[in-house]
């Protein structure tokens, strides 16, 4: 891909350099700078250099935002907002981005476009707020809402993930602990066990047989952990598959409640920020469903956006799927009533989101104790595996 690096100058006469990706010609580039008031200097063709592409963290992009709100708010231009935030982010790849954008608009484009050719960095609902800002004049108020919405949201999963760190950690070290005797006592007993000749119980045999198959065929366990990482990553995102997988999360045992409370209320807090920022009810949807990143509940996004379009109330429509919970319809009822549909919706999700930490805690009182016992089973059957043997042999002694 090539790009188009040029220097210019303002009406004031002031010289400044910038690149662009979507132009076709310099004429057009000389245009549109005329447009803006600005002469075009000199200009030429260049590669654009191969970007890898890195994963910037929600918590950096919310940071981002509350500061292009905040210098916005202050009456400094667009352009020179995100000079500043360019100059002062220490993230290389997150300053890439944040200069493609700045030159994206400098050239004449809006700035939703701009923000929307990122929109593997950016999430849905920050593209989607900006265009609301824009055709609203409210674009500091949208980028700050949803600098406040991408923070919540990631102080969200952080808990999660925080909440079922100890149940995985005991998990690994059940594993890595199993393997070592497998790997490395089990072998010794093994050759004693030869030497003591006795008829080995079937425990013990399925302990040795494991064993042998890992001492002989370790060096195939990496090949077969990058293999299984690789279809683990690779294969969800294929449609067909990923609909399946995010329908089965919604009724999977012991799981299926609290994934439905979490995508509902990802789900309707986003809906309910996107009406309050003006933007429609169809387009704030279809929004909220990408904003979520589940397969099933797009499509009962696009079940509502028909629903909605044919005049039925929101309400009504919600109450079809047993994914949105009565408290939320009840409260999205009484908000169509009083016309403070994202008001009540905000409440609902709030009542929501402290269901699923009672939620969260309940289950971790089940797994945690659930985790050890799976643990000291584990580990008790080894040792029993490798001793009963000599417990038969100090029998036949007697």
């Given at each position: 891909m090539?790009?188009?690096?040029?220097?210019?100058?303002?009406?004031?006469?002031?010289?400044?350099?910038?690149?662009?990706?979507?132009?076709?010609?310099?004429?057009?580039?000389?245009?549109?700078?005329?447009?803006?008031?600005?002469?075009?200097?000199?200009?030429?063709?260049?590669?654009?250099?191969?970007?890898?592409r890195?994963?910037?963290?929600?918590?950096?992009?919310?940071?981002?935002?509350?500061?292009?709100?905040?210098?916005?708010?202050?009456?400094?231009?667009?352009?020179?907002?995100?000079?500043?935030?360019?100059?002062?982010?220490?993230?290389?790849?997150f300053?890439?981005?944040?200069?493609?954008?700045?030159?994206?608009?400098?050239?004449?484009?809006?700035?939703?476009?701009?923000?929307?050719?990122?929109?593997?960095?950016?999430p849905?609902?920050?593209?989607?707020?900006?265009?609301?800002?824009?055709?609203?004049g409210?674009?500091?108020?949208?980028?700050?809402?949803?600098?406040?919405?991408?923070?919540k949201?990631a102080?969200?999963?952080?808990?999660?993930?925080?909440?079922?760190?100890?149940?995985?950690?005991?998990?690994?070290?059940?594993?890595?602990?199993?393997?070592?005797?497998?790997m490395?006592?089990?072998p010794?007993?093994?050759?004693?066990?030869?030497?003591?000749?006795?008829?080995?119980?079937?425990?013990?045999?399925?302990?040795?047989?494991?064993?042998?198959?890992?001492?002989?065929?370790?060096?195939?366990i990496?090949?077969?952990?990058?293999?299984?990482?690789?279809?683990?990553?690779?294969?969800?995102?294929?449609?067909?598959?990923?609909?399946?997988?995010?329908?089965?999360?919604?009724?999977?045992?012991?799981?299926?409640?609290?994934?439905?409370?979490?995508?509902?209320?990802?789900?309707?807090?986003?809906?309910?920020?996107?009406?309050?920022?003006?933007?429609?009810?169809?387009?704030?949807?279809?929004?909220?469903?990408?904003?979520?990143?589940?397969?099933?509940?797009?499509e009962?996004?696009?079940?509502?956006?028909?629903?909605?379009?044919?005049?039925?109330?929101?309400?009504?429509?919600?109450?079809?799927?047993?994914?949105?919970?009565?408290?939320?319809?009840?409260?999205?009822?009484?908000?169509?009533?009083?016309?403070k549909?994202s008001?009540?919706?905000?409440?609902?999700?709030?009542?929501?989101?402290?269901d699923?930490?009672?939620?969260?805690?309940?289950?971790?009182v089940?797994?945690?104790?659930?985790?050890?016992?799976?643990?000291?089973?584990?580990?008790?059957?080894?040792?029993?595996?490798?001793?009963?043997?000599?417990?038969d042999?100090?029998?036949?002694?007697?």
């Amino acid at each position: 891909m090539a790009v188009l690096e040029y220097t210019a100058k303002d009406a004031e006469g002031n010289r400044f350099s910038g690149v662009c990706s979507d132009i076709d010609s310099t004429t057009e580039l000389r245009e549109n700078l005329n447009k803006m008031g600005d002469t075009l200097l000199k200009a030429k063709w260049k590669k654009s250099p191969v970007v890898k592409r890195v994963k910037i963290s929600r918590q950096d992009i919310a940071t981002f935002a509350y500061k292009f709100a905040g210098m916005l708010s202050a009456g400094l231009s667009i352009v020179r907002s995100l000079e500043a935030l360019e100059e002062q982010t220490q993230n290389r790849p997150f300053r890439r981005v944040i200069s493609d954008v700045r030159q994206s608009v400098a050239t004449g484009s809006t700035l939703k476009d701009a923000f929307e050719k990122q929109e593997d960095v950016f999430p849905a609902l920050f593209i989607g707020m900006i265009e609301a800002g824009e055709s609203g004049g409210k674009l500091s108020e949208t980028i700050k809402a949803s600098a406040v919405y991408i923070e919540k949201q990631a102080d969200f999963r952080h808990k999660i993930k925080s909440a079922f760190a100890y149940p995985v950690v005991v998990g690994i070290m059940s594993i890595v602990v199993v393997s070592c005797l497998v790997m490395f006592i089990v072998p010794v007993f093994s050759k004693l066990y030869q030497q003591m000749h006795v008829e080995l119980p079937g425990p013990t045999k399925l302990l040795i047989t494991l064993s042998v198959v890992g001492r002989g065929y370790w060096w195939a366990i990496l090949p077969l952990i990058t293999v299984a990482v690789f279809v683990v990553r690779t294969i969800p995102r294929a449609r067909r598959f990923k609909v399946r997988w995010d329908a089965f999360k919604l009724k999977m045992p012991v799981f299926s409640e609290l994934n439905r409370m979490v995508v509902a209320s990802s789900f309707v807090r986003t809906f309910a920020m996107l009406v309050s920022a003006g933007i429609p009810l169809t387009q704030a949807l279809a929004i909220a469903s990408r904003v979520v990143g589940n397969a099933r509940l797009s499509e009962v996004a696009r079940d509502l956006q028909e629903s909605v379009k044919a005049g039925n109330p929101i309400a009504s429509s919600l109450m079809k799927y047993d994914i949105f919970p009565p408290v939320v319809v009840q409260l999205a009822s009484c908000g169509e009533e009083s016309g403070k549909l994202s008001e009540m919706l905000d409440k609902g999700t709030d009542l929501l989101d402290k269901d699923i930490d009672r939620k969260i805690k309940s289950m971790l009182v089940k797994i945690e104790p659930a985790m050890t016992v799976i643990m000291g089973v584990a580990v008790g059957f080894v040792l029993l595996a490798v001793y009963l043997p000599m417990f038969d042999y100090m029998s036949h002694l007697k």
